[in-house]
């Protein structure tokens, strides 16, 4: 190694950074420790505050992968009175974007907006070109609030900074964010698109994080499009990236996927083992909203099966053990709801099965009524003025009843991925 042949301190120090810096993206924290160890006892010894800030936000970004929020918020207030300290207005700004990205993760939407609207106001005030990461991770959380409208505006700012800066990494997540609002708002065809542009900026320069939110949102988008042999492709590529990565929540969302395109793509037997996967990893995490995507995805093939008693059993407890709403979303919810009906419907009891049908109902046209028509509306509108592409970008809006009709009619080979995650956020 060549670190082993370099005594100048400050030489040593560039080397040690750069060993930490790529140590962090491939999730081997505990055989650095000792380079992080040497780097900080270096840095202090040269009073480079500089260095220490920076060690600290790469441990942050490490227990946030581990889901260890206390020790990474420590390293962030460790990070963040060191930039005080300094008045150092960027370090300020990467401090702000790293808590973000802790909020994002364990999905406090709002604080992690209001973290990266005070890392907003020092980019412009300072202008910054760093303000085009802030736009990329803003764009992100407003996807993960379902604001697709104001998630473009972000990614189009990002990607007209990206241009300014030259910064093919910052263009490839704006179009990946752009995408993903495509998918979100069911226009597959303009999702895979984007995808595609995305993709084929961050392959070529072999970005990490990039490439890893395009190959899942290509086999998400390709899964729903009923191409499964691409949705695997895309998945399979994905849990090779995040394997080493170290982020099993990640892995969590990958093999929920994976085990949804086996699953609409009649593969029962490999959808079984990879649902069995990912409850393993969702009951290490214990992560609720993760058990009851797959005790919905498995109720299905249960009902598909004709095994009814078990599907019953199996779909009451993600109802009847569930509190939290986050951990059982209103989409979720439905998804049971219309299962409910099938069983019944499939068990004879057919008053029960109207009456599940009718709460199916109920919530899908609730659903449908205050955020799906809104968003398509909103969101072409504001892509489409603020591109002012020639094609047409229109996202059809059909009634509320034609829509839920058509939901039904898909509902009788329904199943739904993984979802628990968009898009990771960058430091």
């Known amino acids: 190694m060549v670190l082993e042949t370099v005594h100048n301190k400050s030489d040593r120090l560039e080397i040690l950074k750069e060993i930490c810096k790529k140590a962090s993206e491939i999730n081997i924290l505990e055989k650095t420790h000792v380079y992080y160890d040497e780097l900080f006892s270096i840095a202090q010894e040269i009073d480079d505050e500089e260095t220490m800030a920076?060690?600290?936000?790469?441990?942050?970004?490490?227990?946030?992968?581990?889901?260890?929020?206390?020790?990474?918020?420590?390293?962030?207030h460790k990070a963040h009175k060191i930039n005080l300290k300094r008045k150092d207005s960027l370090g300020i700004v990467k401090d702000y974007n790293a808590l973000g990205g802790i909020y994002n993760k364990f999905q406090?939407?709002?604080?992690?907006?209001?973290?990266?609207?005070?890392?907003?106001?020092?980019?412009?005030?300072?202008?910054?070109?760093?303000?085009?990461?802030?736009?990329?991770?803003?764009?992100?959380?407003?996807?993960?609030?379902?604001?697709?409208?104001?998630?473009?505006?972000?990614?189009?700012?990002?990607?007209?900074?990206?241009?300014?800066?030259?910064?093919?990494?910052?263009?490839?997540?704006?179009?990946?964010i752009i995408a993903g609002n495509y998918m979100w708002t069911d226009n597959d065809?303009?999702?895979?698109?984007?995808?595609?542009?995305?993709?084929?900026?961050?392959?070529?320069?072999?970005?990490?994080?990039?490439?890893?939110?395009?190959?899942?949102?290509?086999?998400?988008?390709?899964?729903?499009?009923?191409?499964?042999?691409?949705?695997?492709?895309?998945?399979?590529?994905?849990?090779?990236?995040?394997?080493?990565?170290?982020d099993k929540l990640y892995k969590l969302d990958i093999l929920l996927n994976i085990a949804t395109a086996y699953n609409r793509a009649g593969s029962i037997k490999e959808s079984?083992?990879?649902?069995?996967?990912?409850?393993?990893?969702?009951?290490?995490?214990?992560?609720?909203?993760?058990?009851?995507?797959?005790?919905?995805?498995?109720?299905?093939?249960?009902?598909?099966?004709?095994?009814?008693?078990?599907?019953?059993?199996?779909i009451l407890k993600a109802l009847n053990d569930t509190i939290d709403r986050n951990a059982l979303p209103e989409t979720h919810e439905r998804s049971a709801y219309i299962l409910l009906s099938m069983i019944y419907e499939g068990k004879k009891d057919y008053k029960r099965s109207l009456l599940y049908h009718k709460k199916y109902f109920s919530l899908a046209y609730d659903i449908l009524s205050k955020s799906q028509l809104k968003n398509v509306a909103e969101f072409d509108t504001k892509y489409q003025t603020e591109k002012k592409e020639k094609e047409n970008l229109t996202l059809k809006q059909q009634n509320a009843e034609q829509a839920l009709l058509m939901e039904k009619a898909k509902n009788q080979k329904m199943v739904i991925g993984g979802g628990l995650l968009i898009s990771l956020v960058g430091l």
């Open 54 to 76: 920076f060690g600290y936000h790469l441990l942050l970004r490490e227990y946030e992968k581990k889901r260890d929020s206390i020790k990474a918020l420590e390293y962030f």
């Open 272 to 314: 079984y083992t990879y649902y069995d996967k990912a409850l393993e990893i969702a009951n290490e995490l214990d992560s609720n909203v993760g058990k009851n995507v797959i005790r919905i995805n498995v109720t299905l093939l249960k009902v598909n099966e004709g095994k009814y008693q078990e599907a019953e059993k199996i």
């Open 189 to 246: 065809k303009k999702a895979e698109e984007y995808y595609l542009k995305a993709l084929d900026i961050s392959e070529k320069e072999d970005y990490f994080l990039p490439n890893l939110n395009n190959y899942r949102g290509l086999a998400t988008t390709y899964s729903r499009l009923g191409a499964s042999e691409k949705a695997l492709e895309y998945n399979f590529k994905a849990l090779d990236l995040v394997e080493n990565y170290g």
């Open 108 to 176: 406090q939407y709002k604080k992690a907006e209001e973290a990266y609207l005070k890392a907003l106001d020092i980019c412009k005030n300072n202008n910054f070109d760093y303000i085009g990461k802030v736009y990329i991770n803003l764009g992100i959380v407003k996807q993960n609030q379902r604001d697709y409208s104001r998630s473009t505006e972000y990614a189009l700012l990002a990607r007209e900074n990206a241009f300014d800066i030259k910064n093919k990494e910052q263009e490839s997540s704006s179009l990946g």
